[in-house]
């Protein structure tokens, strides 16, 4: 069962974005990056088969110039294109790595089966070899680490005008549905703006990119796209909300003030409302309660070896039952 809830109230829940594939430097990087109502979760390859990755608010995939993608990558992904989990990928060693950033959207394209839509490209420093900003090509700005956006110069504009019609292409497309361009309904419509050569808004196009949740490679070799990608992260709605049970009554888990969790995969449970005042218990599907001590490591993930998949945590002395959502 899932329960509708307002836009504001789903913005304030936590929120859950899977990493596959990540060093840990590479994390600890990301983990600078996050909201504060959200938390990453570093999937270890034994959690990789199980349906943890359906549980995330969004999946984050590593790929290493050195080494490619994670193995069993490709069989998560998949699953969560199915279930239109919002998801990007991170190239990492890309600067001195056996493969360049091209080559690693060539190689996340052809791995992951995914038609990869690019925006940011990386900028190198003619006299040393690293990253030192990225060129976002849809505004046509350079954006390097603690300043702010610079106009592209002409020779950058000229050698991606290609990705930037490209890109505009794309975006005026996925605004519009297909009965709307074949039937023209709605003549202001930037479809028709663009079919015409009128000038379209630039940001309703960059609007356009984060509704349509379109996947790309960022390159986060020296940081150069943190901001952007904390902006990505902020984004992230919460879209894994269980139902709650008391007696007869069912409400969604935005609906509790109360901390709620429950098993996501043997070990690991999420949370709601977490409070390290509160004493918590887990209930198993046959009924038996297992008092646990604070052991989140935040307010949404809790782990411990006693918790089985589909365990409810709540507050000892409560009835409540915590359900997964149908998706």
Same mark, same amino acid.
């Given at each position: 069962?899932?329960?509708?809830?307002?836009?504001?109230?789903?913005?304030?829940?936590?929120?859950?974005?899977? =990493?596959?594939?990540s060093p840990a430097q590479v994390f600890e990087q990301l983990q600078q990056l996050v909201p504060i109502n959200l938390?990453?979760?570093?999937?270890?390859?034994?959690?990789?088969?199980?349906?943890?990755?359906? &549980?995330?608010?969004?999946?984050?995939?590593?790929?290493?110039?050195?080494?490619?993608?994670?193995? #069993?990558?490709?069989t998560c992904w998949q699953q969560a294109a199915d279930y239109d989990i919002p998801r990007t990928v991170l190239a990492?060693? &890309?600067?001195?790595?056996?493969?360049?950033?091209?080559?690693?959207?060539?190689?996340?394209?052809?791995?992951?089966?995914?038609?990869?839509?690019?925006?940011?490209?990386?900028?190198?420093?003619?006299?040393?070899?690293?990253?030192?900003?990225?060129?976002?090509?849809?505004? #046509?700005?350079?954006?390097?680490?603690?300043?702010?956006? =610079?106009?592209?110069?002409?020779?950058?504009?000229?050698?991606?005008?290609?990705?930037?019609?490209?890109?505009?292409?794309?975006?005026?497309?996925?605004?519009?549905?297909?009965?709307?361009?074949?039937?023209?309904?709605?003549?202001?419509?930037?479809?028709?703006?663009?079919? %015409?050569?009128?000038?379209?808004?630039?940001?309703?196009?960059?609007?356009?990119?984060?509704?349509?949740?379109?996947?790309? =490679?960022?390159?986060?070799?020296?940081?150069?796209? #943190?901001?952007?990608?904390?902006?990505?992260?902020?984004?992230?709605?919460?879209?894994?909300?269980?139902?709650i049970t008391d007696g007869d009554e069912t409400r969604s888990v935005a609906h509790i003030t109360e901390p709620v969790?429950?098993?996501?995969?043997?070990?690991?449970?999420?949370?709601?409302?977490? %409070?390290?005042?509160?004493?918590?218990?887990?209930?198993?599907?046959?009924?038996?309660?297992?008092?646990?001590?604070?052991?989140?490591? %935040?307010?949404?993930?809790?782990?411990? %070896?006693?918790?089985?998949?589909?365990?409810?945590?709540?507050?000892?002395?409560?009835?409540?039952? =915590?359900?997964?959502?149908?998706?």
């Amino acid at each position: 069962m899932m329960l509708s809830i307002d836009t504001q109230t789903a913005e304030s829940l936590p929120k859950v974005v899977g =990493v596959i594939g990540s060093p840990a430097q590479v994390f600890e990087q990301l983990q600078q990056l996050v909201p504060i109502n959200l938390e990453l979760l570093n999937i270890a390859e034994h959690l990789i088969e199980t349906d943890v990755i359906l &549980t995330c608010d969004g999946l984050i995939g590593v790929i290493d110039g050195n080494i490619g993608l994670a193995p #069993n990558l490709i069989t998560c992904w998949q699953q969560a294109a199915d279930y239109d989990i919002p998801r990007t990928v991170l190239a990492v060693n &890309t600067v001195n790595g056996r493969a360049d950033f091209d080559e690693a959207i060539a190689l996340s394209e052809l791995v992951l089966c995914e038609d990869i839509t690019m925006r940011y490209y990386p900028i190198e420093n003619d006299e040393q070899t690293k990253y030192v900003g990225v060129l976002d090509v849809l505004r #046509n700005e350079i954006l390097q680490p603690g300043q702010p956006p =610079v106009p592209a110069d002409d020779e950058h504009r000229t050698l991606t005008i290609g990705e930037h019609e490209e890109l505009v292409e794309l975006l005026v497309h996925a605004d519009v549905s297909d009965a709307a361009i074949d039937e023209s309904i709605d003549n202001s419509s930037i479809f028709l703006k663009h079919t %015409s050569g009128l000038p379209i808004s630039l940001p309703r196009l960059q609007d356009i990119w984060s509704e349509a949740q379109l996947v790309t =490679v960022y390159p986060f070799d020296n940081q150069v796209s #943190n901001q952007i990608i904390s902006k990505w992260l902020s984004g992230i709605k919460p879209t894994w909300l269980p139902t709650i049970t008391d007696g007869d009554e069912t409400r969604s888990v935005a609906h509790i003030t109360e901390p709620v969790g429950i098993g996501v995969v043997n070990g690991i449970a999420r949370l709601w409302n977490y %409070s390290a005042a509160t004493d918590l218990e887990i209930s198993s599907k046959n009924n038996e309660q297992v008092q646990i001590g604070s052991q989140a490591t %935040s307010k949404f993930v809790l782990f411990d %070896s006693r918790i089985q998949v589909e365990d409810t945590i709540r507050p000892i002395n409560t009835s409540y039952l =915590v359900t997964s959502p149908r998706i």
